[in-house]
């Protein structure tokens, strides 16, 4: 018994805990759908230990026809964030064979930005697309996000439209509006909702087509 005690204090020394935050980056998975068929998923994964999150992300959106696969999406990210700021992010898009990605790391008191449509370095913190920080996103600088596709930057005009009930009346949380454009020149349309600065909902336009979020734990469409 006296060995194993030892052998378990051993083990909490060099493997200190990593848990998942309960102060505002909470694991977020979402079932995404379009005009109301299930298309996909975009899951966030979060793990915490001091001043340190990182965070790992993966969307997948797949869209048939006649049971052929006519559009599919994929993207995995994975972000440092230290004291709040930005300190790394590595991130890669597959958009139906269009291949782009997007890196960022701190150095010193520089960012280093390197991606398919962005390569400069800055000296100030960084807001990326990944829509969970809220601080940074709807309460920081609202002018420049940097699309974590391609590096390039969104000027966004964000807008608070209120607080309202959602999921069949079981939620009530703050909207807001974001519009943009994307260094292609498509628009960026989306309205987002936050509980208590935790994302919980998200609808955006593309294309002709709405595409809809729902946390998993909220969804009736699945039952």
């Not at 790391?105 to 520089?110: D, R």
């Not at 000296?123 to 420049?144: A, E, H, M, R, V």
């Not at 999921?167 to 943009?180: F, I, Q, T, V």
């Not at 309205?191 to 994302?199: A, N, P, Q, R, V």
Request: net charge negative; hydrophobic share 35%.
């Amino acid at each position: 018994m006296k060995n194993f005690t030892l052998l378990f204090i051993f083990f909490i020394l060099i493997f200190p805990s990593i848990s998942v935050s309960n102060t505002g980056s909470e694991n977020l998975h979402f079932n995404v759908y379009r005009n109301d068929s299930l298309i996909g998923y975009h899951n966030l994964d979060f793990y915490e230990k001091d001043s340190l999150i990182e965070s790992r992300i993966a969307i997948k959106f797949e869209v048939t026809f006649l049971g052929f696969v006519v559009y599919e999406y994929l993207h995995k990210n994975h972000e440092k964030w230290m004291d709040n700021v930005l300190v790394f992010m590595e991130a890669s898009t597959d958009k139906n064979g269009d291949l782009l990605d997007c890196k960022v790391n701190k150095q010193e008191n520089k960012f280093k930005i390197l991606g398919t449509n962005g390569d400069l370095t800055l000296d100030k913190n960084i807001t990326p697309t990944t829509y969970w920080k809220f601080d940074q996103l709807i309460s920081g600088d609202k002018n420049k996000v940097l699309n974590s596709q391609d590096c390039s930057y969104i000027n966004f005009d964000i807008k608070y439209l209120g607080d309202e009930m959602i999921y069949d009346n079981s939620l009530k949380a703050s909207r807001y509006k974001l519009l943009g454009k994307e260094f292609t020149g498509d628009d960026v349309n989306i309205d987002i909702w936050y509980k208590d600065k935790k994302w919980v909902k998200m609808i955006f336009l593309k294309d002709g087509s709405t595409i809809e979020y729902f946390l998993k734990e909220y969804d009736s469409k699945k039952e």
